[in-house]
């Protein structure tokens, strides 16, 4: 089974790179943001109580969301894997995965993240904001908070997942094409 947790800041191609993997290795996709989405409008125990606190402005703790994946995990049994997206943030929700994984009988197989300079991230998000409207994607300080909140909480996850040989920083500067055949060389090594 071929689980990845797929990483990268704001504007690194994250959505783009994931649907061509998903295609490419017939993988399951695990967004944590689509998965609360489902089990709050399906109104199920977990997307009840996961609404509860989020309507408190509280957020949604990691066993929940922990219980949302493995809901999800188990519903798709004879997937080839999974492509993990927004999910671990931290090291404790990575630790938390590993668990539940291991009483599946898997484990994460690498960690991809594409790595970007921050002078085009920010040029990447500023042309997609003149045409997805989105307000964070228009300003440029408000870009850079981003990418600042991105790489502060991510770099446990790169020394927890270096700590398993299991990080692959992957360059995602160049066409969409490039950047695909970049991470298909580091899964199929």
Known sequence: MLNIVLFGPPGAGKGTQ???LIAQYKLVHLSTGDILRSEIA???TLGLEAKKLMDQGILVPDEVVIGMIES???ANKDSKGFIFDGFPRTTAQAEAL???LKKKNSSISMMLSLEVPKDELIKRLLNRGKDSGRADDQNESVIEKRINEYNSKTAP???YYTSQDKFFGVNGVGS???IFDSLCKVIEQ
Request: net charge negative.
């Open 157 to 159: 996850l790169k020394t």
């Open 98 to 100: 590993d668990l539940l």
């Open 72 to 74: 999800k995990v188990d």
């Open 42 to 44: 399906n109104g199920t």
């Open 176 to 178: 969409v094409d490039e």
């Open 18 to 20: 994931s649907d061509k």
